[in-house]
């Protein structure tokens, strides 16, 4: 497993939303937008055991993540891997975790008592920083 780079690990630990593509059973992909984090070199991410991203690893662990920078949108992470622990989350202490990152708070929706993290290991990462600034017209 190839350990993340310095600038992947700093666009993870910031609150920027993450997009998890998964293979459906005829092997088509299948994209959900996530939070995200890591723990060291691989990234963790939470979701509920029925989730449709849930039942897509169960049958591949393979995925792929791409992560964008809210602050500048031309700072990129593309990352490959797989699933190679799937935790459970009974007291959501993890995705707390989480949440804290992104909304300031434990996590809100409490009802959610089938929640899992994944720990992925990363087998392939790309960071790009295009020299462009993000100025959309108005």
């Given amino acids: 497993?190839?350990?993340?780079?310095?600038?992947?690990?700093?666009?993870?630990?910031?609150?920027?939303f993450a997009h998890v593509a998964t293979l459906m059973s005829d092997g088509s992909p299948q994209s959900t937008t996530v939070w995200i984090s890591r723990d060291g070199d691989r990234v963790i991410v939470?979701?509920?055991?029925?989730?449709?991203?849930?039942?897509?690893?169960?049958?591949?662990?393979?995925?792929?993540?791409?992560?964008?920078?809210?602050?500048?949108?031309?700072?990129?992470?593309?990352?490959?891997?797989?699933?190679?622990?799937?935790?459970?989350?009974?007291d959501l202490s993890m995705i707390d975790a989480i949440a804290h990152k992104y909304i300031g708070k434990p996590f809100p929706l409490r009802h959610y008592k089938d929640r899992i993290v994944f720990l992925i290991a990363v087998e392939k990462e790309k960071y790009t920083k295009l020299p462009l600034q993000h100025t959309p017209p108005k």
């Fill in 46 to 90: 939470s979701t509920t055991e029925g989730s449709l991203m849930s039942r897509n690893t169960k049958r591949d662990p393979r995925l792929s993540i791409s992560i964008i920078d809210f602050a500048d949108p031309y700072m990129e992470l593309q990352i490959r891997g797989r699933i190679v622990e799937r935790r459970p989350d009974p």
């Fill in 1 to 16: 497993m190839p350990a993340l780079s310095q600038d992947a690990k700093n666009l993870i630990d910031r609150p920027n």
